[in-house]
């Protein structure tokens, strides 16, 4: 195989509302950390939570929805990509960072009616980060169930 494969998906809730920044050109970004907890037992039969952070990076129409449509708490489903930046501090420390660039999100949380009260639809929103303005959803439509047949795996 001439190459690789770089592709992160991932489940969780946010631990924080999205830090949004609006840069030149209107170029949007945001920032957010993502919780994923596996859950099992161990050999003594008691549940051990186990929780990950992962920081994500949302650019443009993604960064956008994040910031109209989702806060701390909200439960998402992304699909990217790792990227990792490596400096010196001024100490002279090298250091990592590893987060993950979205490109695809989907909300998973109960849609709210605007007063916050949960409506009866769906709110299962699907976004990528290259839509034309076309294909990119009302974030108010609930859509159907995805067939089988439409699963990427």
Known sequence: MAGGVN?????????????VRHLEGDKVVANVSLATTESYKDRSG???DN?????????????KIAENYLKKGSKIYVEGKIKTDSWQDEQG??????RIRVQNLTMLDARTDGQGSPSNSSSNQAYNNNPSPQQ?????????????DDLPF
Do not use: C, F, S
């Open 136 to 148: 990119m959803p009302a974030p108010n439509v609930a859509e159907g169930p995805a067939d089988d």
């Open 51 to 63: 929780t990950e952070w992962h920081d994500l990076e949302l650019w443009d129409g993604l960064a």
């Open 7 to 19: 592709k992160v998906i991932l489940v969780g809730n946010l631990g924080q509302d999205p830090e």
């Open 93 to 98: 420390n090298n250091r990592r960072k590893v």
């Open 46 to 48: 008691n549940r051990v």
